[in-house]
């Protein structure tokens, strides 16, 4: 197999892991930001304050976008997959 097609590969599929987890990512931070700017404002500085509300975007952001992740990732898999021929010369 070319080291050009390894790379390529490669590439797709750290593009496809970074494409599935920016959706998380943004409302982690997003949800980070707002708590510490509400414990900044309050002065309350509890750890599962800035834990919990956290946790939570994340899993609801994974939630609302979880079939729109196992869309790209199966294409992507089906990809590799429909191009076994070619890896394999």
């Not at 593009?15 to 708590?35: H, K, N, Q, R, S």
């Not at 599962?48 to 992507?76: M, S």
Request: net charge positive; no cysteine; glycine share 6%.
């Amino acid at each position: 197999m070319p080291e050009a097609l390894v790379v390529g590969i490669i590439r797709q599929a750290i593009e496809v892991a970074i494409l599935v987890t920016v959706p998380m990512l943004l409302a982690g931070l997003l949800a980070g930001v707002l708590v510490s700017a509400f414990q900044t404002v309050t002065s309350i500085q509890d750890n599962v304050l800035a834990f919990i509300p956290r946790a939570a975007a994340i899993f609801v952001v994974f939630a609302l976008t979880f079939p729109w992740i196992l869309r790209v990732v199966g294409g992507f898999s089906a990809s590799l997959l429909r191009r076994l021929p070619e890896f394999i010369r």
